[in-house]
């Protein structure tokens, strides 16, 4: 249900118009353009459905003994499934603590990235010559006329005021960074003497450096001295500051939490408490869906597969639309990211109390209609989000088809072929 009908509908109520591959904030003058219209999400995203794929690894091991057509060590493969899926809800409870700090870290990295291919992309179009030969090595010769030039007072040093005359002109807006800033990142990178003065050797060997990274970077090429390959490099870069930026979240989480152990501590035990919810109230579910169904003489299948995940699902169904329908980057992140958040605590956290009951009451774990189906629209949309952050229009259609298609499927197999 999350990654079907209300994935989709998320997809039309937040389309913006695309250009250039990215949905324009609060721009929708296309209509219903499959191609022309969509939703833009941030780089975490894409890292939250990766993560989603992997939370099936315990329904794959729940299910191997089934696969192989054994009877023996079932119990002991529910015992490994409880196992793993309580690591990796442990794990990925780790993951949430301290994934602002690998934001911000992604994020330095990516404007160093940017400051170094700005810089090349710079100097290269210096009038004293050619910044690289045809195989892509540095012109030693240009950059040391760079050098006496840019020593005004001919002591042999580079100081940072000399250093900063170079990168007047560098395009560093994009990624909030001002000139002075850009010099104290190349000094850092360039000065491994730290006395804050940049000597002719320190100098070639940290362009040199910069030249070796950047080819690193660009496969594929033939003739390097063109420099083309550093426009594009500086425009991926900035591209990638941009989609980290719009999903850099750390201040707002700052600014929310005002004590974050007690906050911690808060999460931990509704944690717990929902897990004992479920726990507690997992068998007279099932006996009220039995009962409903005899007295009003609706199937189980339909009270089980439509009607209770469309009530389970309802908050998250309301929240993800209404934050989707403000039609911008930033809040068709958090949505797709708490939808993709949803679904891997389903796959874990829900999973292993299942899983719990069923070993400790010594069940027979008899689900692979289900199994097959969580499988393969997890993987089908999880794949397919991990690998892209532009969704135009027609990729509703991809979602709200694979949700008949799933009842479709499990009806058939348990209902035909005998599975369950």
Request: proline content about 3%; glycine content about 6%.
């Amino acid at each position: 249900m999350l990654l079907t009908v209300i994935w989709g509908s998320c997809i039309i109520v937040g389309k913006c118009d695309l250009h250039n591959s990215v949905a324009m904030d609060k721009q929708d003058t296309k209509g219903f353009s499959l191609k022309g219209s969509g939703v833009s999400t941030d780089l975490w995203t894409k890292y939250a459905a990766r993560i989603m794929v992997f939370s099936v690894i315990p329904f794959i091991i729940v299910q191997l003994p089934q696969i192989l057509n054994s009877t023996s060590g079932r119990h002991l493969a529910v015992l490994i499934s409880l196992i793993v899926s309580l690591i990796l809800l442990i794990a990925y409870c780790i993951y949430q603590v301290v994934q602002p700090w690998i934001q911000r870290r992604r994020l330095a990295y990516v404007e160093d990235k940017h400051v170094f291919f700005g810089f090349l992309r710079h100097i290269r179009t210096h009038p004293l010559g050619r910044l690289l030969t045809d195989d892509g090595k540095l012109d030693k010769d240009f950059a040391e006329k760079l050098f006496t030039t840019l020593d005004e007072n001919g002591d042999g040093y580079l100081n940072a005021a000399e250093l900063k005359a170079l990168v007047v002109g560098m395009q560093f807006e994009e990624i909030d960074l001002n000139e002075d800033g850009a010099v104290d990142r190349i000094m850092k990178d360039f000065d491994s003497s730290n006395d804050c003065l940049l000597e002719l050797p320190e100098f070639l060997d940290g362009i040199s450096k910069w030249v070796s990274r950047a080819r690193s970077s660009a496969s594929g090429i033939k003739n390097f001295g063109t420099g083309k390959f550093l426009d594009d490099a500086h425009h991926q870069t900035t591209q990638e500051h941009a989609q980290l930026k719009s999903g850099d979240q750390t201040d707002e989480v700052t600014e929310g939490v005002g004590n974050p152990k007690l906050t911690t501590l808060k999460a931990v035990l509704l944690l717990v408490l929902g897990t004992i919810i479920a726990g507690a109230f997992a068998d007279p579910l099932v006996d009220a869906v039995d009962n409903f169904s005899d007295a009003t003489g609706i199937p189980t299948f339909f009270i089980s597969f439509i009607a209770l995940p469309l009530a389970t699902n309802s908050s998250e169904a309301v929240s993800a639309i209404i934050f989707a329908s403000r039609k911008k980057q930033r809040t068709a992140s958090l949505t797709f990211s708490e939808l993709y958040g949803a679904v891997t605590m389903n796959n874990l956290l829900c999973l292993s109390v299942f899983l719990a009951i069923v070993y400790i009451r010594g069940l027979t774990w008899d689900f692979s209609s289900e199994v097959l189906v969580i499988l393969i629209v997890c993987f089908v949309m999880g794949t397919f989000a991990s690998f892209r952050t532009t969704f135009p229009l027609w990729t509703f259609s991809l979602a709200l088809l694979l949700y008949p298609f799933s009842l479709a499927l499990v009806y058939v197999l348990d209902y035909i072929f005998g599975w369950s």
